[in-house]
Structure formats: C-alpha cells, structure tokens
C-alpha cells in the first residue's frame, strides 16, 4: 500500500528535485567562488548568485518534504521567489547590462545553465498546483454514502 508521500514524490516530481538539486549544487559551487575570490569585482552579481544558491537549495528541501503542509508553503514561496528572481535579474540585465557585467545564474535568464533557471519555476509551480494537498486525484476511488 502506498503511502500519500510516496504517491507524490514518483515520475515528475523526482526529475524536478533532481534537477533542483543540480541548480543547487551548481548555484552553491558558482557563488561560493565568485565571493570568496572575485567579490569585489562584482558584489551586486556575487551576491545575486549566493541568493539564488540558497533558494534552490530551500526549494529542493521543500519538494522532497512537500507532503508536510508547512513545506508545502516552503516549497510555493521559494520557487515563486525563484520565478520573480529570474524574471527582474534576466530583465535589469538585458535593460541595463552594466549592473551584470559579470553573469550571475538568473542574468539573461539563465543562458549560462541553458535558461532552465527561466523554465524550472514554472515547472515546479505547475507541479506544486496539480499536486496540491486535498486535491482529489481520479484514479483514488471516491466514496460517496446517500442518505437514502
């Protein structure tokens, strides 16, 4: 018998906390350098970098424990703050490139790691919405008791 966890953490959702997973070791190993090494050449973009290491470290967190409500609500913030990020860093880069002369994991969308940091929020937004808790999922039999 599987367990309500179980039936939430299979097929998508375990490619999306992979792939969160990546982002945040990623993100950790690039911003970690950039600001041990390289701060003061760019401390807006280092920054920005350690920023977004520490969100998609939270959201990973939160998708693998997301059956708990309160890491649900984790999980909503972190990659909604992860959409907003990418969404204005990717913006102010375009529109005022001298604030991003050195390229932090959300500039220009992501072109630096293939613009999954622009399409991963959506995707785990989408999953987080079609996996909400108490939503009713067809193939669980529903049981209904008529008063007659």
């Given amino acids: 018998m599987s367990t309500p966890a179980s039936r ?3 097929g998508v959702a375990r490619v999306l906390v992979v792939v ?3 982002m945040a070791l990623a993100s950790t190993g690039r911003s ?3 600001l ?3 701060f003061d050449a760019a401390p807006l973009a280092y920054l920005l970098s350690g920023v977004s290491a520490v969100v998609y470290i939270v ?3 939160a998708l693998v424990f997301s059956d708990r409500p309160g890491w649900y609500v984790t999980a909503w913030v972190a990659i909604g703050f992860e959409l907003v990020g990418v969404l204005v860093i990717g913006t102010l ?3 005022l490139p001298e604030l991003f002369q050195h390229p932090t994991v959300w500039s220009l969308y992501g072109d630096g790691y293939v613009f999954v940091p622009l399409v991963l929020p959506f995707v ?3 999953w987080l919405w079609s996996n909400r808790p108490g939503r ?3 193939s669980e039999p529903v049981v209904s008791r008529s008063s007659w």
């Fill in 20 to 22: 969160y997973a990546i």
């Fill in 136 to 138: 009713v999922v067809a």
């Fill in 32 to 34: 970690f350098v950039q």
């Fill in 93 to 95: 880069s375009i529109v």
């Fill in 8 to 10: 939430r953490m299979t």
């Fill in 59 to 61: 959201a990973t967190l």
């Fill in 36 to 38: 041990v090494s390289e």
């Fill in 124 to 126: 785990g937004l989408g």
